[in-house]
């Protein structure tokens, strides 16, 4: 506790390695910076180098992601983590995702490999609620410094919201479960759909699934440029708006000076941008090496040519 003006001021202990200037830099960089790369080659590139640089980004952030989140829970356990520090970690993770994707195109997407993929997705989704739901259920004790909670805030739309405030606490508890229900709903819908769907494909051997194919009525036709204009768009918006917001947070509470320190758990994410830029780097590479190859076979197909004719026009010669 600082005093000033006779008033008592709480600081909040830095943690640099949950929400540090590196943690930021990176995960600003991959989530906005990533977004704008895989609209602008989806324009430029081959659909298959946007699927590929696509998937790349997608590992980074669900990886990263993924990472913040272990690091939560387990600081959480040994009561290491401040409210302040969980609701920047939720924050960020709503940048990042949670998802791990395989970069790897690989053949044969059977059952077990579908399996484990929802297992994958579930076991993490359902962590990040349960995470979530009990930072803000416990937000007026949560954490190693509890005294410092009532002077939380959370900016929303630029407004300062007390963290521990009762009802914005409880409305985001119930936003949060609207996502198992829903999750429930779908999966009790979902399994008599797929059990009547794999008789019929047993019973009329209707082929694999993959190849079912429905004619798509004109009128439902979508401009594919259309939906990525508006995909890119609203992407970026939400990304500028939650970085904006994160920052607000962050300046609008009273936080330790080491916070802005950089450490070994901050240089670590930065390199993580490698990955993608190495990415980005190869397949351009990959695009002058195919320009080039298509330029030395049309050169070499038009010296074929010219020698062709050169043989008629002897040949003729000799005849006559």
């Known amino acids: 506790m600082n005093s000033t003006n006779g008033t008592a001021?709480?600081?909040?202990?830095?943690?640099?390695?949950?929400?540090?200037?590196?943690i930021r830099v990176s995960i600003y960089a991959l989530a906005l910076g990533g977004r704008i790369l895989q609209f602008l080659i989806s324009q430029i590139a081959r659909p298959e180098d946007c699927r590929e640089f696509r998937s790349a980004v997608d590992s980074a952030l669900g990886v990263q992601g993924l990472a913040l989140?272990?690091?939560?829970?387990?600081?959480?356990?040994?009561?290491?983590?401040?409210?302040?520090?969980?609701?920047?970690?939720?924050?960020?993770?709503?940048?990042?995702?949670?998802?791990?994707?395989?970069?790897?195109?690989?053949?044969?997407?059977?059952?077990?490999?579908?399996?484990?993929?929802?297992?994958?997705?579930?076991i993490s989704g359902a962590a990040f609620v349960a995470f979530n739901a009990?930072?803000?259920?416990?937000?007026?004790?949560?954490?190693?410094?509890?005294?410092?909670n009532s002077s939380t805030v959370y900016v929303v739309f630029g407004v300062s919201i007390p963290a521990t405030g009762p009802v914005f606490r409880w409305l985001i508890i119930a936003t949060l479960s609207i996502i198992p229900v829903g999750f429930l709903i779908g999966l009790t819908c979902a399994a008599p759909c797929i059990g009547l769907l794999c008789y019929l494909k047993r019973k009329h051997d209707l082929g694999p699934m993959s190849?079912?194919?429905?004619?798509?009525?004109?009128?439902?036709?979508?401009?594919?440029?259309?939906?990525?204009?508006?995909?890119?768009?609203?992407?970026?918006?939400?990304?500028?708006?939650?970085?904006?917001?994160?920052e607000q947070t962050i300046s609008r509470n009273n936080i330790g000076e080491q916070e802005r320190e950089w450490t070994f758990g901050q240089i670590l994410p930065v390199f993580v941008l490698l990955g993608v830029v190495n990415e980005l780097t190869n397949m351009f590479l990959a695009h002058l090496?195919?320009?080039?190859?298509?330029?030395?076979?049309?050169?070499r197909s038009g010296n074929r040519g010219s020698g062709d004719s050169a043989r008629e026009g002897t040949e003729l010669i000799s005849s006559a």
Not at 9 to 22: F, K, L, M, R
Not at 87 to 104: F, K, N, T
Not at 215 to 244: C, D, H, K
């Open 69 to 122: 989140l272990c690091t939560a829970i387990y600081q959480t356990f040994r009561h290491q983590l401040t409210l302040f520090h969980a609701i920047c970690v939720i924050h960020l993770l709503a940048l990042l995702g949670i998802s791990v994707v395989s970069q790897g195109q690989y053949q044969g997407l059977g059952p077990r490999r579908v399996f484990t993929i929802i297992a994958i997705t579930v």
């Open 211 to 246: 190849t079912w194919e429905t004619t798509p009525n004109p009128s439902q036709v979508e401009n594919p440029r259309v939906s990525q204009w508006v995909g890119m768009l609203s992407m970026v918006g939400f990304s500028i708006y939650a970085v904006v917001s994160l």
């Open 289 to 299: 090496d195919r320009k080039a190859a298509g330029v030395a076979t049309a050169g």
């Open 134 to 148: 009990y930072v803000w259920a416990t937000a007026p004790t949560f954490g190693s410094q509890p005294d410092c």
């Open 9 to 22: 001021v709480c600081i909040i202990e830095a943690n640099p390695d949950v929400s540090g200037t590196g």
